[in-house]
């Protein structure tokens, strides 16, 4: 299948044998194609004894831990071919990944997503309330993850309205106006999980009359590791936005900067979802092999569109737990999990001093 | 706790001739007490070598202590997280006959706890005499602090790597003051392949290794990140070696996630730049990544929890592009200490301040990266 083919089948129709087939086919289509055009990707694949011939399945091809983005410059396009870089959002001080897209990859994740999402969303636009400020996109040189994924599901927005200001307070007067314009609508929300949470949810908390978002579909996404302290599970979440303006409609996403487009999006019952782009595999950290479903490992993913840059097999630092695959209630084919959280940083011993360096 | 001492008792206290009897008693009642605490080796270990038998056989080692005194002040900054370090720096200050500033870990060990403890009740009670001879301060990088010690003493030394001693820098010191620095080193191990295949004690063999190696996440400057095959029968010899290691750190070590992705994408960093190859494909204790040329920017590559360049030698002197500046100890199980020093008086390498037998390599020693502590921290007083 080439890629044009496969962004051509529906995100949640294959089952199990359908997708393994496809999957090896492109992901080692994929692999060929680093291995000729990144000199770096090619000495690694070398170094690592990757053979070819030996590999059965998609699940034999090797992994690139996501740190290598941080660490390297790599690109299976010339410096002329690069359309856009993408970076992470890094906290200051710490290096960020760099993604290097042509046209043709930009173009296809941004068609990867809109099949996904529109599974869950609808094909039709809808009114957009980004629940962030408007300066996270001002500079557009280099895409932050947050400025990547407002501007990625923009394309499902018509007329578009910010709920936070510049400061990051909440903009009621804006949404108020904007909710105003658009009634008996359905409406689109979209925001990071800790930029809802923190400055949508406990701002509307504090309001005598909220507004009501009963007809709205919201979208979040980017971990909820900024809510560790406080102590936020899944489904207060959801019940809490619920209780205070009617939203019901909610979906998490879990998707990367690495892996744009390819996102993993929350179904009714609570299932991260992977779509027929791409996988996970969750490995066991003692020697890589695959964990069981149900049982907690390294989340791997593999995505068949990187083809400006050799991502198409990435190990995350994130742990989940497949759920299942091809029988999630919701009736999607494709596996189902769950992410825990980040890997938990081990404390190393050694001579050299921590505190002179984490300053 | 209320950590010893204070600044103008030090100030105040006179040098003391090297390996004073008042010191060697002081610390063979430290050894006492710390020999009785059971629950952490590297207290004991500390405590075993600050016994008097132990410190007058290194005093032994010294033919000119009758005209040393010390040199009066140290500053020591020792290193945020090694929990014993600060313990053997400040000993060899005041065998070599200081007064002590010592700058404590910056974590909060319960080993350094047991030990201060110790110092603190000896100190108080029978050495009371040693009392201005010892203050210990405790806080995180803060350049006030930095300056204030650093302009009363006579020596510093700084432990902790270069981000620590170019920080300790920017503190001037008085003009006959100097620094003793330990850098960020880093280490290797060299192993007769055919003495090893015919050691009887392989088990004692990976002990001794596993000790240099994992018991500090391999991230010591003492640990071994490279190691050297000598001999004939080298591909049997790695076998054998590396299955014994790595059924031993699968039974003791905790190996976490994190570990095991960040030595995966060490390999792939070194992998992108030079010829290296992944040596078997086993669990993730052991990562194997064979060298082809032993070039000097290899150690940029280094990792930890468990990770080895593996050369092989068809000489000691192989080694060489290796054994720049940086390098600090060689571990060698197998080769004589004969061939060990032709090497050095033959090559003369840059690098490489001492070589163990393996399983010693963390067994701290009064001469340290090249630095004889005892001559350095005192001075030598000429009457002609």
Not at chain 1, 48 to 53: C, E, K, L, R, V
Not at chain 1, 336 to 346: D, E, K, P, V
Not at chain 2, 41 to 52: E, K, L, N
Not at chain 2, 191 to 196: E, F, K, N, R, S
Request: proline fraction near 4%; charge should be neutral.
């Amino acid at each position: 299948m080439t890629i044009e083919e496969i962004l051509q089948t529906p995100p949640f129709s294959l089952d199990k044998a359908a997708k393994s087939s496809m999957l090896t086919e492109r992901l080692m289509s994929l692999t060929q194609r680093h291995i000729a055009a990144c000199p770096e990707y090619a000495a690694m694949m070398c170094g690592a004894g990757f053979n070819s011939q030996s590999c059965e399945s998609y699940c034999d091809i090797p992994f690139l831990p996501v740190s290598l983005f941080k660490a390297l410059d790599l690109k299976s396009i010339p410096d002329e071919g690069v359309f856009k870089i993408m970076t992470s959002s890094g906290t200051s001080g710490q290096a960020v990944s760099r993604i290097y897209l042509d046209r043709v990859t930009a173009s296809n994740q941004q068609k990867a997503l809109v099949k996904i999402v529109s599974e869950f969303t609808g094909s039709a636009r809808m009114p957009m309330l980004i629940i962030d400020s408007p300066s996270t996109l001002k500079n557009r040189a280099m895409f932050s993850a947050r400025g990547a994924g407002i501007l990625g599901f923009s394309i499902f927005g018509a007329d578009k309205a910010y709920a936070l200001d510049d400061d990051m307070n909440l903009d009621l007067p804006a949404v108020e106006a904007f909710l105003e314009k658009h009634r008996g609508k359905r409406i689109f929300l979209f925001g990071f999980t800790f930029m809802v949470w923190l400055h949508f949810y406990k701002e509307l908390q504090k309001l005598a009359r909220k507004p009501d978002l009963s007809a709205g579909v919201l979208i979040h996404g980017g971990g909820w590791k900024r809510l560790a302290g406080e102590a936020v599970s899944k489904d207060e979440f959801k019940l809490r936005l619920r209780d205070a303006c009617g939203l019901a409609d909610i979906h998490d996403y879990y998707g990367m900067v690495e892996q744009t487009g390819c996102v993993y999006m929350e179904c009714e019952r609570g299932h991260l979802h992977a779509s027929a782009y791409s996988d996970v595999i969750t490995r066991n950290h003692i020697d890589f092999s695959p964990c069981a479903f149900g049982e907690s490992g390294v989340v791997q993913v593999v995505s068949v569109l990187p083809e400006s840059y050799p991502g198409h097999s990435l190990l995350t630092e994130d742990e989940g737990v497949i759920l299942g695959e091809d029988d999630c209630p919701c009736g999607r084919k494709g596996k189902y999990f769950h992410i825990n959280g980040r890997l938990q940083m081990a404390e190393i011993r050694g001579c050299s001093d921590t505190y002179a360096v984490t300053r | 706790m209320r950590l010893h001492g204070d600044l103008e008792s030090v100030l105040g206290a006179p040098p003391l001739a090297p390996f004073d009897d008042a010191v060697l008693a002081f610390f063979n009642d430290l050894s006492k007490a710390l020999t009785m605490t059971r629950e952490y080796s590297d207290v004991a270990t500390f405590g075993f070598w600050c016994r008097r038998a132990a410190l007058l056989k290194e005093k032994s080692k010294y033919d000119d202590l009758d005209c040393r005194l010390g040199r009066g002040v140290v500053f020591h900054s020792t290193p945020s997280n090694v929990p014993v370090n600060f313990a053997f720096s400040f000993a060899a200050g005041l065998l070599a006959g200081n007064a002590n500033i010592v700058r404590l870990p910056g974590k909060d060990f319960e080993q350094a706890s047991i030990i201060l403890g110790a110092v603190s009740e000896l100190l108080a009670g029978k050495h009371r005499a040693l009392a201005p001879y010892l203050f210990f301060v405790k806080y995180p990088p803060d350049k006030a602090l930095h300056d204030r010690y650093s302009a009363v003493c006579d020596a510093r030394v700084v432990w902790g790597g270069d981000g620590t001693i170019a920080e300790l820098r920017q503190s001037p010191l008085k003009p006959r003051a100097f620094d003793i620095t330990f850098a960020d080193r880093y280490s290797a191990a060299v192993i007769d392949a055919d003495a090893y295949l015919s050691a009887a004690d392989k088990q004692g063999i990976a002990r001794d290794f596993y000790n240099d190696t994992y018991f500090s996440d391999q991230n010591a400057c003492t640990a071994p990140r490279v190691i050297f095959w000598l001999g004939e029968r080298k591909s049997e010899a790695k076998a054998v070696f590396w299955a014994s290691v790595r059924a031993l750190a699968k039974e003791k070590y905790s190996l976490a996630p994190v570990q095991a992705v960040g030595k995966l994408a060490a390999f792939y960093r070194a992998a992108a730049h030079i010829p290296v190859s992944l040596q078997e494909r086993g669990d993730n204790y052991v990562t194997r990544v064979g060298v082809e040329n032993a070039d000097a920017g290899l150690m940029q590559y280094k990792y930890n929890s468990g990770f080895y360049f593996e050369y092989d030698l068809s000489a000691l002197e192989d080694m060489l592009p290796l054994c720049g500046e940086r390098m600090q100890t060689l571990t060698y199980y197998g080769v004589s200490k004969e061939d060990l020093s032709a090497f050095f008086s033959k090559h003369r390498p840059k690098g490489v301040d001492r070589a163990v037998p393996m399983g010693k390599s963390m067994d701290f020693a009064l001469t340290w990266d090249g630095y004889d502590l005892i001559r350095m921290l005192s001075r030598k007083i000429t009457i002609l």
